[in-house]
């Protein structure tokens, strides 16, 4: 008999409880017709008036259906969280063994205990239900699971009691990646995107295990882009791994492709740098001048990004600045009618566009090496602002951050400076230049995958996440009243007590 080392017993073992762990199967997954009416309605309008309006008609419309049941609750929370929980309490009460009430109660729940409470309801009439085994994964905590070993057992009953929806086979996923079970997090990612093919959230958290391996992030973007090929979320995260590699032929390829299904200024912009860096200074040109009159018109990003710098020299980079600095100026004129409206009708509309998706979990560092959290920040209004030293926007923005910050920041809200995409991922520049800006907030070191994670697509993108951890708000780009509006959205989520 053949001796076996050591290394490649750990191996054999590694794949078969990777192997174990992913050992069932999935369908794809298909909201009802319900819901997407509702998702359909939701979209056709900005005012969180009428969504919360059409999250109670859908509510009431159809009692029997759990999905929109839970994203009327999600609307219906952020406006009054109390009444809300009440609403599915007191029905519960009304129909002690209604699945349906029970598990939105739960889920609108705080605290453990009260979640564990009412899974344990839903699975003293039925313990094969998936939502209360699901409501009792949700329910654990390191202290009751330390190694999430219960969770994981009962998350797999889940799925066996129903394979076509992808809650949790999620949750799986994440519980394997928060283990360090690396391949098994993976081999659940795969199947949650066999459920959804058409998302590329699954995606991304394939991708965030990879660890900054930006061949084989494209390899993977690569095969989802076959089925999806007019993804922007794919394409521009294609772009940025190419961008990595200093692979400008494929990087500049990527961006024609996206600027062809959404021409937007700041990614023509972004092309432009490609062409720029690439040597092709007339296309570079013909990309800066578009993306001026698609409305990328900040001057500062223009004279500082060192991207642009094979430009500088060639006679068309004065007359870009002039045109630059004329439809800035265009803009502050149509900016300034804007404030001549009443605060009353600001307002309004700063708290009407409120929004209900989980923020990503992460755990980074700050820059005097501290561990941060989201997850310790729970009960807090947490606001993320995604940034970069080289970005004109962001230096615009950091001073009207940093100023809520010293002269209106809340109590039971933090406010923390995430750098992201820093080029060729050196970080050496961010504690110059924030001890240089004499800027307050802390500054978290996050990276391209925490940025995908919360769907940035551009910076700055500041995200404003609630108290149960939901993102509420979320900002891109300049914003000359941001500490106006910052001091509206906190406050009005502070009137909801977690």
Known sequence: MKRISLCALMIVLAWAASAQAVDFKVRKYTPTAAVQAFEEAVDTTSSFTDQ????????????????????????????????????????????????????????????????????????AFDPNSYWGNLLWAAAQSAE???????????????????NSLPFAVERLGHLYRARGETQAADEVYVKLGEMQPDRFEPLTYRLMLLGGDHRAAIKLVDEFLKKNPRNIDALYTKARAQRELLDWPAHIE??????????????????????SLAGQTDSAFARLFAAVELGFTDVEQYKADEDLIPLRNDPRWTELLTTVEKAEQDRMREFLKEMARTAVQRKEEALSERATQPAPDFTVKDLQGNTVALAGLRGKIVILDFWATWCGPCRKSMPLLDKFYTD????????????????????????????????HFPILLGDNDLAAAYGVRGIPTLVVIDQEGKIAYRHVGYNPTLPEVLTWQTKELLKTKP
């Open 52 to 123: 919360r309006s059409l999250a109670r008609e859908y509510r009431d419309r159809y009692p029997n259906d759990i999905l929109v049941q839970l994203r009327a609750a999600s609307f219906l929370a952020m406006d009054n969280l109390d009444e809300t929980r009440a609403y599915y309490a007191n029905w519960a009460k009304r129909e002690p063994k209604n699945v349906i009430p029970l598990y939105v109660a739960g889920r609108l729940m705080e605290s453990p205990e009260e979640q564990l409470g009412y899974a344990e309801k839903i699975l």
């Open 254 to 275: 990527t961006m024609r492709r996206i600027v062809e299904i959404e021409p937007k200024g700041d990614y023509s912009y972004d092309l432009a740098c490609g062409f």
């Open 408 to 439: 209106s920041l809340p109590e039971g809200v933090v406010v923390y400076g995430v750098n992201v995409w820093e080029r060729g991922g050196n970080t050496d520049k961010v504690r110059p230049f924030v001890e240089e800006r004499g800027v």
């Open 144 to 162: 009751t699971d330390s190694k999430l070993e219960k969770s994981e057992s009962v998350l797999k009953k889940a799925i066996a009691t129903d």
